[in-house]
């Protein structure tokens, strides 16, 4: 390009050095002849041809200094170009640098994968499953050895057939037994079941009776990965194991059957045994003699207790045990049991208390023979294995209006040796005792919480233990019983105007316990755990003074002089473990009366109502069963905002209960079992999402779901889901609007209870 350029301008530039030698060639030639002719034409010609030689230098001098002007250009032109050049050349070159190793880097990969499907390939291979591989057609793009040695050499396996030749294949070869299935059943069941999109695992059998089980997976592209795993030795084995199961199970229900004939054939003469021995010592006897009648007795009853146990464990184990259910007073039936087991616990000092929830009937259906026999063996147990302190049962539960049932949770708790951790695990077991040095004292044969468990269990209920060793261990057993006839009215107050009731007891537990079932049956309490603490409290208001007899204070004569010189009128109930034993006493003689502890209900209110009647106390008029109020719990930390809560329904006659946080509220639940809760969702201490997961759980066991409103800062729409997701029902945006507040109440409120409004009254 460049000469080329340079060419041109050369010859264009050359124009006025042409026109100049034209210029004085024609001077030369005609000059000759001019001057010839005329000097002064001659001077005149001359100058003219002067001047257009000037007028040409500077024509030849200005093309010069254009033409230099030009070359420079050129010049500045041709260095730019060259430096473009070289420039684009290092590109050229770096590019081909990096595609140079792009080369090599794709060749490393390109062995890599090689040698990585290599290596698959042969562990695939190697694999005693058998391994294939179909594409989304179900055409096989590949099999290990394993998958393909079934078909034994069969020329059509191979990659590229079809999942259903190969099916064919199995059946015509007769590789598969089809079973009831019949090969074309057969058939018809894989292909379906491949077509599924995650097909189930199969397990088919070979003709040698190897059993397969195959696991399909489908890729993301279609494609099926099968894995058929030999599993023939595992189904011998659990065939093996079932069988001896059965043969197990059968040889125990033998055996069970024997031992529980043994045991009954065992009883009959053992009871004769006993009661001769019983009708023996009552003849004349020497002391001697008495001795061993005694001994024979004393063995004989603690046999029958062995065999009776294992009477029942086999009866149970045999299946033979079955429950006769009917009505019977559950609150009796434990008072029977802790009247047993009275003389033992009294020998040892300990307290044995009975808390009977007030709420719930005491009239149920159920065996009582069993339920008796479960408390006697975790009553006995407790006063067994506890040394001092006390054995408390408790009675809870949760009575259903609509299916006339009651979730009964009886617990039993003593503050005895208590129960290793790691035996704990194992004390539900048959024969099995907590070994030791400590306990080897107690006898027993280890089948009584076996027994327990399995008779709870026949009764579709729940039983466990909770044990800390030296501290005490706790018993529990839930049953669902059926309430007999009309339920009490529980909700009666029967102590109520009966005047105070003094109560002293030094035995914190029973002092607690009792002071809290006399307020629940309406009396007012003071509960005195000293002498002069009680007499002081006397007055004209006090309508009774029960006193613990079989604590030191309750039973010390002077205690009871020292009331009758304050007061010689007011009534003493003496309550005793054994009230027969008080007779003769001169302490009996000062009181008015004696109740057995643990009280059963009817006698203490009875006892109760008779002598504060003398005192001149009249039960106010029972309450008319009036339906109660609606109970709201409203949980909320901010005072403000409880009290805009108060105002806005302060129209209507419901029982408003604040909690201030989640753990309060949580509390509370439990304690006054509202109808409705409104939970604030941020709370300090446990939050209101927190808060209902535990309302949730503890409404989990007893099978009931109060409404839960999540009241929320503001609309968090985003919220909403994880607040339904923790158990809340609803959801009311904060500021809290009356009647959006109004209409949750009213969707709670059903017609048992007391009306929302109060009847307009005329003024
Ligand atoms: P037994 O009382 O006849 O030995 P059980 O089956 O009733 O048999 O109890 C098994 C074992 O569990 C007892 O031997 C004792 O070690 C332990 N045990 C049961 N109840 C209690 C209890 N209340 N306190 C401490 N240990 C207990």
Redesign the pocket.
């Known amino acids: 390009m460049l000469p080329r350029e340079n060419a041109l301008g050369k010859s264009h530039k050359a124009a006025p050095f042409k026109q100049m030698f034209t210029l004085m060639a024609d001077f030369a030639r005609d000059s000759g002849d001019a001057m010839q002719e005329n000097p002064r034409l001659l001077a005149s010609k001359l100058t003219q041809e002067r001047r257009s030689w000037l007028a040409a230098e500077r024509l030849l001098e200005l093309k010069q200094a254009e033409l230099f002007a030009a070359n420079k250009k050129l010049g500045q032109h041709a260095q730019q170009l060259s430096a473009e050049i070289s420039e684009t050349r290092a590109e050229v070159e770096t590019i081909r640098g990096e595609n140079q190793r792009v080369k090599s880097h794709l060749s490393a990969a390109n062995r890599k994968v090689a040698l990585t499907e290599r290596r698959l390939w042969q562990s695939i291979e190697s694999i005693t499953d058998g391994f294939a591989l179909f594409d989304g057609d179900m055409n096989l793009i590949m099999a290990n050895r394993a998958y393909l040695s079934v078909f034994d050499g069969l020329e059509e396996i191979r990659p590229g057939v079809n999942y259903v030749t190969i099916l064919q294949a199995m059946t015509d070869e007769g590789i598969v037994n089809p079973g009831s299935f019949g090969p074309s059943g057969w058939r018809r069941m894989m292909t379906e079941r491949i077509q599924e999109p995650r097909p189930e695992p199969v397990v088919i059998q070979l003709w040698d009776r190897a059993y397969i089980r195959f696991m399909d997976q489908r890729g993301p592209d279609g494609d099926l990965v099968s894995l058929g795993i030999n599993i023939t030795a595992t189904v011998k084995y659990e065939q093996q194991l079932k069988e001896a199961r059965t043969v197990a199970e059968s040889a125990n229900r033998a055996k069970s059957a024997f031992l529980a004939n043994m045991s009954h054939e065992i009883r009959t003469p053992m009871n004769g045994v006993v009661g001769m021995a019983d009708v023996l010592a009552d003849t004349g006897l020497s002391d001697e003699q008495r001795l061993y009648v005694d001994t024979i007795r004393n063995s004989g009853e603690a046999l029958l207790v062995i065999i009776n146990d294992v009477l029942d464990y086999s009866k149970i184990e045999a299946k033979k045990l079955e429950l006769y259910p009917e009505e019977f007073d559950l609150e009796r039936a434990i008072q029977e049991v802790l009247l047993l087991l009275q003389p033992s616990a009294k020998a040892k000092g300990l307290s044995l208390v009975l808390d009977y929830d007030l709420f719930i009937p005491t009239q149920l259906i159920g065996d009582p023979g069993r339920i008796r026999q479960v408390l006697t ?1 975790l009553i006995g ?2 006063v ?3 040394t001092e302190g006390h054995v408390l049962v408790r009675v809870t539960g949760v009575p259903s209006e609509t299916t006339h049932r009651v979730k009964l949770h009886i617990s039993i708790e ?1 503050t ?4 290793p951790e790691d035996k704990i695990g194992h ?1 539900f077991g048959e024969f ?3 070994e030791n040095e400590r ?1 080897r004292q ?1 006898d ?7 027994i327990s468990k399995q008779l709870v269990e026949i009764m579709d209920g729940e039983i466990w233990v909770t ?1 800390e060793e030296g501290v005490g ?1 706790n ?1 529990g057993f839930k049953v669902d019983l059926g309430m007999a006839g009309e339920t009490e009215d529980r909700l009666e107050k029967p102590l109520q105007g009966l005047g105070q009731i003094v109560l002293l007891s030094e035995v914190e537990v029973k002092r607690v316990l009792l002071a809290d079932q006399l307020e629940k049956l309406g009396a007012a309490v003071i509960a005195c755990d000293t002498g002069e603490a009680a007499i002081q409290q006397l007055s004209p208001k006090t309508g009774l003074l029960l006193v613990d007899h079989d604590s030191a204070v309750g039973a010390d004569l002077a205690f009871g002089e020292a009331v009758r010189a304050q007061d010689a009128e007011v009534p003493i109930l003496l309550m005793s473990t054994n009230p027969g034993s008080l007779k003769g006493l001169p302490i009996r003689e000062l009181a008015q009366g004696t109740l057995q502890f643990p009280p059963p209900r009817k006698d203490m209110i009875g006892q109760i109502t008779a002598l504060s009647r003398h005192q001149g106390f009249e039960p106010s008029a029972p309450e008319p069963l009036l339906p109660r109020v609606m109970r709201i719990l409203a949980a909320e930390d901010n005072k403000t905002n409880q009290l805009v809560f108060r105002k806005m329904i302060k129209d209507l006659e419901v029982e408003v209960t604040f909690a201030n946080n989640g753990e309060e509220a949580v509390a509370l639940y439990q304690e006054i079992s509202p109808d409705l809760i409104f939970m604030d969702i941020s709370m300090p201490r446990m939050d209101g999402k927190e808060a209902t997961r535990h309302i949730r759980a503890l409404e989990e066991e007893l099978q009931v779901h109060v409404p839960i409103v999540a009241l929320t800062a503001h609309a968090m729409t985003g919220d909403n889901s994880e607040i339904l997701e923790a158990g809340l029902d609803h959801y009311l945006p904060k500021p809290l609007r009356k009647p959006d507040i109004i209409t949750r109440i009213e969707a709670v409120h059903h017609s048992k209870l007391a009306p929302l409004r109060r009847p307009q009254s005329a003024d």
């Open positions: 063996n147990n407790a067994k294995f506890t003593d005895g040796i208590g129960i004390i099995n005792q907590v306990n107690f027993g044969t280890g089948l009584g919480l076996a044990s261990s018993f």
